[in-house]
């Protein structure tokens, strides 16, 4: 098996309200290797989004350690983690987070703005990487002019364009009906079986089926973490198509 792209050992996480003392996670350890497609499932309150934030890079732990490509994230500066984000890490959540008067390319091209990639080679990855989730057809349409799970595609295209080791996508179906989610669980799959490690974060049990591990987080801590067998996406709609 491959070297972990992520490890997380003993992690624990404490916020402080005066005197009292919450403890979201209560010693987690984890590793997920490159390609892996890991739905981490969990009630509120359970941890997994405080999971998701230390994964992402957004929160460290109050104890433990988390490497992250081989590197030990504590002891990157904030400028290291902002490199990290931009470049290893890619970003999904549920309400899309696009500029509601920017067209999907330079929705898409944001990432590689803060780079200080050249305007014609930025145009380029933004171009084929809504290409890659069938919107190739949709470069000048705004999210006003895109239905939800077109909008969740150029977020997922934004997430790509940086070409990141890992996707992080929060809750990405919560907005979306259910044809539209298995679109993009499809999506999902096929980024998974190019190599792209995706680890979602989802409450609901049909959307954890379509990833082949599933991480269940109560009261702070990893319960379960099985190995399954992916029920297969219906493929995501092709360059052009709606």
Do not use: W
């Not at 987690?28 to 992402?56: C, Q, R, W, Y």
């Not at 934004?158 to 979306?176: F, H, M, Q, S, W």
């Amino acid at each position: 098996m491959a070297d972990p792209l992520i490890a997380v050992h003993d992690v624990q996480k404490i916020y402080k309200t005066g005197d009292v003392e919450v403890h979201a996670l209560g010693g987690v350890s984890l590793e997920i290797v490159p390609g892996e497609f890991v739905a981490i499932m969990g009630a509120s309150g359970s941890g997994k989004s405080t999971l998701m934030n230390i994964l992402g890079c957004l929160d460290r732990p109050t104890l433990g350690t988390y490497m992250l490509a081989g590197r030990h994230v504590a002891k990157m500066n904030r400028d290291e983690l902002a490199e990290t984000r931009n470049e290893v890490l890619g970003f999904v959540f549920q309400n899309f987070n696009l500029l509601a008067r920017t067209s999907a390319l330079e929705n898409v091209e944001l990432p590689l703005i803060y780079r200080g990639v050249r305007a014609k080679e930025r145009h380029r990855r933004a171009g084929a990487a809504l290409a890659r989730v069938g919107l190739g057809q949709r470069l000048d349409h705004t999210p006003a002019q895109l239905s939800g799970g077109q909008q969740q595609r150029v977020a997922i295209a934004r997430a790509l364009v940086g070409e990141p080791k890992v996707i992080l996508a929060d809750e990405p179906t919560g907005n979306l009906d259910s044809r539209t989610s298995t679109e993009v669980m499809g999506l999902f799959q096929e980024l998974g079986s190019a190599g792209i490690t995706v680890v979602l974060v989802t409450h609901e049990p049909d959307i954890a089926e379509y990833a082949s591990r599933v991480v269940v987080v109560k009261d702070g801590l990893i319960r379960e973490d099985t190995r399954q067998t992916p029920r297969v996406a219906a493929p995501p709609p092709k360059a052009g198509e709606s």
